[in-house]
C-alpha cells in the first residue's frame, strides 16, 4: 500500500477497534492493510534501549529479537530500534514505554530501582541466584507472576529477555586485598551490588553502558564493573584499568528484560501477542548463549593479547561482601512490602536451588578442575 492510501486510510477512521488503544497510547504507532495478508494489519512499533545501538551482545540482540519478530509475523509487527540517546536517554527506557512514547524498551529492572526498589529482584541480586536458577524461578517458580504484578501499576508487562551469566568483579587501578581497600573507592557498580559497596566506604555510581570507558580514563570513577570479557574487551577497558577482578559477586546472572506498554501488547491480536513474548523467551537463552560462547574467546585475547592482569578478590573480601550483602537485601525486604514477598520467594527459591546444584552442577564442575 502507497503511504498516501495508509494516510487517507487512517483519516477515514479506518482502523480497527482493536488497535484504537494501542495507536492512541503512543499517538505514533501506524496501522495499516499487508496486500498480502488480505485483511491483516502491519503494526509499527518502537523499541529503546539502554545500550548504545549495535553494542556486541545485549544491542546486537535486540536487532535479532526484532528481526525475528519480523519473520515469525510474517511482516506484520515491524519494531524500529533505538539505542541509547536516540530517542530517550539510556535511564528514560522505563517512563518511555511506560508512557507510550514507545511501545517496547529493553534494559535491566535494577536500573529502575528509583521507581520501585522491589525492581532489583528481576535483573541480579549479590551472592544470589545464577543465570539458570534465574530463569527456573522466573518461569517455573512463581518470579514471573510477582515480576508482572510489580510492573502493572506502571502500565508495563516484563518479560525477561536476555542473561548475562555471571559477570566479572570489575576493573581496577589498584588490587583489593582487603575489605578496607574498597574504602573511597569511586565504582560504577548498579543496585545492590553498589550499595554494598556504599556500606564499605566506596560511592557508587550508576553511569550507562556508554558513559564508563570515558569516565574511567578521565579518572571521574577510580573503577567499574560492565559486564564479562566479551562486553569488557568491546568497550576497551583493558586501556583504562589494570587489574580485571572476580568473580561478579554483585551480579551472579543478570536477567535483561523487555518491558512492553500493557494498552499497546493488548492492541494486538492474540497470535502477535504470542509471537512477542515467544521472541523475547528465545532471545533470552540466545543471549545467554552468546554470552558463554564469547566471553571464553574474549578472555583468551585479554590475556594473551592485551597482558591484563586477572586477580580474584580474596576470600576475607568476597566474605565481607557477603555479610553486607545479606544485609542489605534483608533490609530492603524489611522497608517495602512488595520487595518482602518477593524476597519471600526468591530466599525460598535459592534455598532449594543450592541444595540441588551442590550435588549437580557445583558437584560435576569441581570434577573438573
Ligand atoms: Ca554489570
Keep these: 500500500m502507497k503511504r498516501r492510501d495508509f494516510v487517507k486510510q487512517l483519516g477515514a477512521g479506518a482502523l480497527v477497534a482493536g488497535t484504537v488503544a494501542a495507536a492512541g497510547c503512543s499517538g505514533q504507532q501506524q496501522v495499516e492493510k499487508d496486500s498480502t495478508r488480505g485483511s491483516a494489519k502491519t503494526y509499527h512499533w518502537k523499541i529503546v534501549t539502554t545500550w548504545p545501538k549495535n553494542f556486541p551482545g545485549m544491542g546486537t540482540a535486540v536487532n535479532k529479537l526484532v528481526a525475528l519478530i519480523d519473520e515469525m509475523s510474517g511482516g506484520r509487527l515491524k519494531i524500529k530500534v533505538y539505542g541509547a540517546g536516540e530517542l530517550v536517554p539510556a535511564f528514560e527506557v522505563f517512563d518511555a514505554v511506560s508512557s507510550g512514547t514507545a511501545e517496547m524498551g529493553h534494559g535491566a529492572a535494577y536500573y529502575w530501582k528509583g521507581k520501585s526498589e522491589a525492581a532489583q529482584f528481576f535483573s541480579t541480586v549479590p551472592f544470589g541466584l545464577t543465570a539458570q536458577e534465574m530463569n527456573a524461578w522466573l518461569y517455573y517458580g512463581g518470579g514471573m507472576e510477582l515480576w508482572q504484578e510489580l510492573y502493572q ?3 508495563l508487562i516484563p518479560v525477561a529477555a536476555g542473561n548475562t551469566g555471571v559477570q566479572m568483579g570489575g576493573w581496577f587501578n589498584k588490587e583489593i586485598n582487603s575489605p578496607a581497600d574498597l574504602k573511597g573507592l569511586k ?46 574487551l568491546a568497550f576497551g577497558l583493558h586501556k583504562a584499568a589494570r587489574y580485571y577482578y572476580y568473580p561478579g559477586w554483585h551480579e551472579p546472572g543478570t536477567t535483561l528484560e523487555c518491558i512492553i506498554n500493557q494498552q499497546a501488547f493488548a492492541g494486538l491480536p492474540g497470535d502477535l501477542q504470542a509471537i512477542v513474548t515467544n521472541a523475547c523467551k ?11 560462547a564469547r566471553n571464553n574467546t574474549a578472555l583468551y585475547q585479554l590475556l594473551m593479547d592485551h597482558k591484563v592482569a586477572l586477580r580474584s578478590f580474596p576470600e576475607n573480601v568476597l566474605k565481607e561482601l557477603r555479610r553486607v550483602a545479606d544485609k542489605v537485601v534483608a533490609e530492603l525486604a524489611d522497608r517495602d512490602p512488595m520487595a518482602e514477598k518477593i524476597f519471600t520467594s526468591f530466599r525460598t527459591f535459592q534455598k532449594q536451588a543450592m541444595a540441588w546444584n551442590n550435588i549437580s552442577e557445583r558437584a560435576y564442575l569441581n570434577t573438573r578442575v
Design 153 to 155: 501499576p506502571f502500565g
Design 187 to 232: 565504582m560504577r557498580i548498579p543496585g545492590l551490588g553498589g550499595e554494598v559497596l556504599r556500606r564499605l566506604g566506596g560511592t557508587p555510581v550508576n553511569l550507562p553502558g556508554g558513559e564508563i570507558f570515558t569516565s574511567l580514563q578521565s579518572g571521574t570513577i577510580d573503577a567499574t564493573e560492565w559486564v564479562g570479557p566479551y562486553n569488557d
Design 282 to 292: 528465545a532471545i533470552n537463552i540466545d543471549l545467554l548463549s552468546e554470552f558463554t
